[in-house]
């Protein structure tokens, strides 16, 4: 027994509720076993315990051992002070403590519910329960799926609240900031972030009919126009915008040591994925409300299908010929990334934050036309015959792998509630 899986117990009154006695022999009476509190304090808030003749409300404590109040100093912490019930598993020990009493559960706990636990958490591998996952109706499954991708998606908005509050509240700015921290992906999404940071979107706006101007200022703030070793006339220009810019507006461009090159294919060198995104910059018009109204990846297709300026066909590098020569166009990869990690969250948030029920159905929408993500922690979901259609499932497969199945969260994931209490 630990006290993850008391609580666990309490919460979900797996116990046998008749004949419930304190210490000193009183009848007890689980009318509400309270609210789980995650946070510093009691186990549970706001429970509803009839002891003897008399109906409590108030908080309760859980402890394998009567001890353990005494070990985890309870009696000197002030948030303890107001504890109606004390319930153990084990009671090795009279505290003395006439303010509440004690309530042993031992005796009224069901030993196969302990058991199943005890059994899924000793098994190995990154899934524990993998071998038991089609004992659980996919009512549940399904359900549990739909919360996980909820779940992910608030942990976004967390994330994002900071930027939030830095742009003022403005959502333009914030998807501003959440697109640029995308195109530098996971190897440049930091640099990308702090150059977004750093030049303010309404700059960029007052310049966004000259591609030109906006990609001497992307480049200019990101350090590479200060940095090159070669000129071309194509750079000569970029260069000569910036300086003007730069001393009109003010900036200090970042260090050009901040953006990694090595490992990375050329077709997601920074530069390359500066000069997309500048691209989408002078295309962007009224891009944050068209965005907010997609429901599939198809209509985002033109209008996130951009392609880097023609200077770029043939480099890579500034003033530095490339062997060949193509358009960079932002890949089918790159344009799925964008959608799960930046379109479809801010739809969510966005649909959160302002009471927009329709746009919380927009978003699922769109991420369900989204292919699923290949990688390896998906692989090892399929492996165990869970099928992955779409971009929503898979995100909530990375969800509950990461969050619950590494951690051997069992208790509180859905499949791992139910395999515990039904077998």
């Given at each position: 027994m630990n006290e993850?899986?008391?609580?666990?117990?309490?919460?979900?009154?797996?116990?046998?509720?008749?004949?419930?006695?304190?210490?000193?022999?009183?009848?007890?009476?689980?009318?509400?076993?309270?609210?789980?509190?995650?946070?510093a304090g009691p186990d549970f808030l706001e429970a509803k315990i009839k002891i003897g003749d008399t109906l409590w409300v108030g908080n309760v404590e859980l402890h394998v051992c009567t001890s353990d109040w005494i070990k985890h100093r309870h009696d000197d912490d002030p948030l303890y002070q107001n504890i109606i019930l004390h319930?153990?598993?084990?009671?090795?020990?009279e505290i003395g403590h006439e303010k509440f009493s004690t309530l042993l559960l031992k005796d009224h706990i069901d030993e196969r519910?302990?058991?199943?636990?005890?059994?899924?958490?000793?098994?190995?591998?990154?899934?524990?329960?993998?071998?038991?996952?089609?004992?659980?109706?996919?009512?549940?499954?399904?359900?549990?799926?739909?919360?996980?991708l909820a779940e992910r998606w608030e942990q976004k908005l967390a994330e994002w609240e900071e930027l939030w509050e830095q742009s003022g509240k403005d959502w333009r700015t914030l998807l501003y900031y959440r697109l640029a921290a995308n195109f530098g992906f996971y190897v440049n999404r930091d640099a990308f972030l702090e150059l977004a940071l750093s030049l303010p979107l309404n700059i960029l706006v007052r310049h966004r009919d000259s591609l030109l101007q906006v990609?001497?200022?992307?480049?200019?703030?990101?350090?590479?126009?200060?940095?090159?070793?070669?000129?071309?006339?194509?750079?000569?220009?970029?260069?000569?915008?910036?300086?003007?810019?730069?001393?009109?507006?003010?900036?200090?461009?970042?260090?050009?040591?901040?953006?990694?090159?090595?490992?990375?294919?050329?077709?997601?060198?920074?530069?390359?994925?500066?000069?997309?995104?500048?691209?989408?910059i002078h295309k962007s018009i009224g891009l944050f409300s068209r965005l907010m109204e997609v429901e599939h990846i198809r209509h985002l297709e033109t209008l996130l299908q951009i392609r880097a300026s023609e200077y770029?066909?043939?480099?890579?590098?500034?003033?530095?010929?490339?062997?060949?020569?193509?358009?960079?166009?932002?890949?089918?990869?790159?344009?799925?990334?964008?959608?799960?990690?930046?379109?479809a969250p801010m739809q969510y948030l966005y649909a959160r934050l302002q009471g927009r029920e329709i746009l919380h159905e927009r978003s699922m929408s769109l991420l369900q036309s989204v292919p699923a993500e290949k990688n390896r922690i998906i692989r090892e979901w399929e492996k165990l015959g869970i099928t992955v259609t779409d971009a929503a499932q898979s995100q909530a497969l990375l969800q509950l792998f990461n969050n619950y199945c590494i951690v051997k969260s069992c208790l509180n994931c859905a499949v791992g509630n139910r395999l515990v209490r039904c077998g």
């Open positions: 993850y899986l008391l609580q666990f117990l309490w919460k979900n009154v797996l116990f046998k509720p008749g004949n419930l006695l304190t210490n000193c022999g009183k009848p007890v009476t689980v009318i509400h076993p309270g609210k789980h509190n995650t946070n319930v153990v598993y084990k009671h090795d020990t519910v302990v058991e199943r636990y005890r059994y899924l958490a000793g098994l190995p591998g990154h899934i524990p329960c993998g071998a038991q996952i089609n004992q659980v109706p996919e009512i549940i499954w399904f359900a549990w799926l739909e919360r996980l990609e001497a200022l992307l480049l200019g703030q990101a350090g590479f126009l200060a940095s090159v070793e070669r000129q071309d006339e194509y750079v000569s220009r970029l260069q000569a915008e910036y300086q003007y810019l730069k001393g009109k507006y003010n900036l200090t461009p970042m260090n050009v040591m901040r953006w990694k090159f090595l490992r990375l294919r050329p077709a997601n060198f920074p530069t390359i994925r500066i000069a997309q995104f500048a691209m989408l770029w066909d043939s480099h890579y590098r500034l003033a530095e010929l490339s062997k060949e020569i193509h358009a960079k166009y932002l890949g089918t990869e790159a344009l799925r990334n964008i959608v799960i990690n930046t379109v």
